[in-house]
């Protein structure tokens, strides 16, 4: 099995972020490369987890797909050798594409992360917990951990490149973006989030939350891009376990986060890089449970397709 923690690919490098590499192909083309790498609580670990890459990316395909009719996206391909195809270059790399490779159109990337909270979970149920509020702003009395929140509650994020990412109010989104796109994307957001919800839903899955960025291409389209409900942008709960009032059974990275909350509580990490070694229980959990969530949601066996080549899954 290959594990990657960073890929060399014959194109120009543009960004190496927490999870993806981003390379040029044209000026109206990227490449984004989803490693194997995994962060938690915005801190980069150093080891990989197995087939994390193929999940996210091939995950994202999946919805992009779902999403075709409802919402304009980036994704031109996820499949190794249509890539191969429109990009030349790129002959001799299928394996370092293939599954963790997807080819999309170019845009400038709004700098505000579009969250929404269809449950009180994690950080806004700390902050809630605490003070009644979500990123300052008062919200209803008696709410539980885990609650359904409806409607879903739209919670913009500043996006940090390095650090933790914080909490906004709408208020201050428009400050940053303007009333006209600030309406915008809180209403692509909403729309994808209630679909992609219900998809889940039939398939046993609670999606309690998730982020969404966007970007604009140089016509003034707006593009739904990175990822999209994947186990690292959102959290995944079983539905058939489901009790309001505590935390949740999940199928993301829970067991890492679990395992970094002891450590932290422990005094043995202090929450900023560099993050503590991952044992080797953490490591395989985690990659079993965003093989799992990739499972329940498209019905196929991810690990069947074999290691190397993933060509078609996307289609499922």
């Given at each position: 099995m290959?594990l990657m923690?960073?890929?060399e690919?014959?194109l120009?490098?543009?960004?190496?972020g927490?999870?993806?590499d981003v390379y040029?192909?044209?000026?109206?083309?990227?490449?984004?490369?989803?490693t194997?790498?995994?962060?938690?609580?915005?801190?980069v670990m150093?080891?990989p987890?197995?087939m994390?890459?193929?999940?996210?990316?091939?995950?994202?395909?999946?919805w992009?797909?779902?999403?075709?009719?409802i919402v304009?996206?980036?994704?031109?391909s996820?499949?190794?050798d249509e890539?191969?195809?429109?990009?030349?270059a790129?002959?001799g790399?299928?394996d370092?594409?293939?599954?963790?490779?997807?080819?999309?159109k170019?845009?400038?990337?709004?700098?505000?992360?579009?969250?929404?909270?269809?449950?009180?979970?994690g950080?806004a149920?700390?902050?809630?917990?605490k003070d009644?509020?979500?990123?300052g702003?008062?919200?209803p009395?008696?709410?539980?951990?885990?609650?359904?929140?409806?409607?879903?509650i739209?919670?913009p994020a500043?996006?940090a490149?390095?650090?933790h990412d914080?909490?906004?109010t709408?208020?201050?989104m428009?400050?940053?973006l303007?009333?006209?796109?600030?309406?915008e994307?809180?209403?692509?957001?909403?729309?994808?989030?209630?679909?992609?919800?219900?998809?889940a839903a039939a398939r046993?899955i609670?999606?309690?939350?998730t982020?969404?960025?966007f970007?604009?291409?140089?016509?003034?389209?707006?593009?739904?891009?990175?990822?999209v409900?994947?186990?690292?942008s959102?959290?995944?709960?079983?539905?058939d376990?489901?009790?309001?009032?505590?935390?949740?059974?999940?199928?993301?990275?829970?067991?890492?986060r679990?395992?970094l909350?002891?450590?932290?509580?422990?005094g043995?990490?202090?929450g900023?890089?560099?993050p503590?070694?991952?044992?080797p229980?953490?490591v395989?959990?985690?990659?079993?449970?965003?093989?799992?969530?990739?499972?329940?949601?498209?019905?196929?066996?991810?690990?069947a397709?074999?290691?190397?080549?993933f060509?078609g899954?996307?289609?499922?």
């Amino acid at each position: 099995m290959i594990l990657m923690t960073t890929s060399e690919l014959p194109l120009r490098r543009l960004a190496r972020g927490k999870v993806r590499d981003v390379y040029e192909v044209d000026g109206e083309r990227l490449l984004l490369v989803a490693t194997d790498r995994v962060s938690a609580y915005d801190v980069v670990m150093a080891e990989p987890i197995p087939m994390k890459g193929a999940v996210l990316t091939q995950t994202s395909a999946w919805w992009f797909r779902q999403f075709d009719k409802i919402v304009n996206h980036h994704m031109i391909s996820a499949d190794a050798d249509e890539i191969i195809a429109a990009v030349p270059a790129l002959k001799g790399h299928g394996d370092a594409l293939a599954g963790r490779a997807m080819l999309c159109k170019r845009g400038t990337v709004f700098p505000i992360e579009c969250v929404i909270r269809g449950y009180l979970s994690g950080s806004a149920w700390r902050e809630y917990s605490k003070d009644g509020t979500l990123a300052g702003e008062r919200l209803p009395v008696g709410l539980r951990e885990s609650g359904r929140l409806d409607p879903p509650i739209f919670s913009p994020a500043t996006k940090a490149e390095s650090g933790h990412d914080e909490n906004i109010t709408v208020a201050r989104m428009r400050e940053v973006l303007g009333d006209e796109v600030t309406d915008e994307l809180e209403r692509l957001t909403r729309l994808v989030y209630t679909r992609g919800r219900d998809v889940a839903a039939a398939r046993g899955i609670i999606i309690a939350d998730t982020k969404f960025e966007f970007g604009r291409t140089g016509s003034g389209e707006i593009l739904l891009i990175d990822e999209v409900m994947t186990p690292d942008s959102s959290r995944f709960w079983p539905a058939d376990e489901y009790a309001p009032g505590r935390p949740q059974p999940s199928f993301d990275k829970q067991p890492l986060r679990d395992w970094l909350d002891v450590e932290r509580h422990a005094g043995r990490w202090n929450g900023d890089a560099p993050p503590p070694k991952l044992p080797p229980e953490v490591v395989d959990a985690t990659s079993k449970r965003y093989l799992e969530a990739y499972r329940r949601l498209t019905g196929v066996d991810l690990t069947a397709q074999g290691v190397s080549r993933f060509n078609g899954i996307a289609s499922s």
